[in-house]
């Protein structure tokens, strides 16, 4: 069956870094673009950045642009969010979603993980 899964997630510092990554199976993750979403408390789900799968363009939302990259590796079914410079407006459940179009919105998301936790404190 379809599987998106998370890991990565913890609690860190401001200024700290993390790795997240999303394991794909039971679809042709090939031929999927990739997003991944965050939701804080009391918040809605907002898109954070997603990576096409035809030529590995990328996009970010303003709030992480220049501290956040997202990659893909075809070959290990898995996509990445480095994050670095971590604020604690940061602090949310990330997510990731797929869909063979598009991977800006949170609508229309075929597949989605159950996300993990990423929370940024002193």
């Known amino acids: 069956q379809v599987q998106l899964v998370e890991s990565g997630g913890g609690l860190v510092q401001p200024g700290d870094s993390l790795r997240l990554s999303c394991a794909a199976s039971?679809?042709?993750?090939?031929?999927?673009?990739i997003g991944w979403f965050r939701q804080a408390p009391g918040k809605e789900r907002e898109g954070v950045s997603c990576i096409n799968n035809s030529d590995g363009e990328t996009y970010y939302a303003d709030s992480v642009k220049g501290r956040f990259t997202i990659s893909r590796d075809n070959s290990k079914n898995t996509v990445y969010l480095q994050m670095n410079n971590l604020k604690p407006e940061d602090t949310a459940v990330y997510y990731c979603?797929?869909?063979?179009?598009?991977?800006?919105?949170?609508?229309?998301?075929?597949?989605w993980g159950e996300g993990t936790q990423v929370t940024v404190s002193s």
């Open positions: 979603a797929a869909n063979p179009t598009t991977c800006k919105s949170v609508a229309g998301m075929y597949y």
């Open positions: 039971g679809f042709s993750f090939d031929y999927y673009k």
